[in-house]
C-alpha cells in the first residue's frame, strides 16, 4: 500500500506560477512511476506529466514547455512546477503512484488559474 499527500494548490492569475508536492508513504520502494493527473470541471480526469523510477518523463501537449515533473527519491516526493498558467489548468489535480501494477491516487487540490 503506498498512501500520498499532495500539497495544497490555489488560486493564480493567468501567466503565473505554482509547484504541487507529492510525498508518499509506506510501500515506496515498490513504486514504478509517480505522476500528476488533473480533472477540468465537467471533464474527465487526465494525465498531466508522470515521472518513472529512472527518470524517464512523459507529459502531455498541453503541458510540454510550461511544466516541470521531478523528483527527490530520498524524500520521496514527486513535484509539478507549472509556469505561465492558464485559465484552462483549472482544475483539481491529483497525485498518483503506479505500484506493482496497481494505482494509488492523493486526495486532490484545486487550482485556479483567474484571466
Known amino acids: 500500500q503506498v498512501q500520498l499527500v499532495e500539497s495544497r494548490g490555489g488560486l493564480v492569475q493567468a501567466g503565473g506560477s505554482l509547484r504541487l508536492s507529492c510525498a508518499a508513504s509506506g510501500h515506496v520502494n515498490n513504486i514504478d512511476a509517480m505522476g500528476w493527473y488533473r480533472r477540468p470541471p465537467g471533464k474527465q480526469r487526465e494525465l498531466v506529466a508522470s515521472i518513472t523510477t529512472d527518470g524517464s518523463t512523459n507529459y502531455a501537449d498541453s503541458a510540454k514547455g510550461r511544466f516541470t515533473i521531478s523528483s527527490d527519491t530520498a524524500k520521496n516526493t514527486v513535484y509539478l512546477q507549472m509556469n505561465n498558467l492558464k485559465p484552462d489548468d483549472t482544475a483539481v489535480y491529483y497525485c498518483?503512484?503506479?505500484?506493482?501494477?496497481?494505482?494509488?491516487w492523493g486526495q486532490g487540490t484545486q487550482v485556479t488559474v483567474s484571466s
Open positions: 498518483n503512484a503506479r505500484w506493482v501494477g496497481y494505482d494509488f
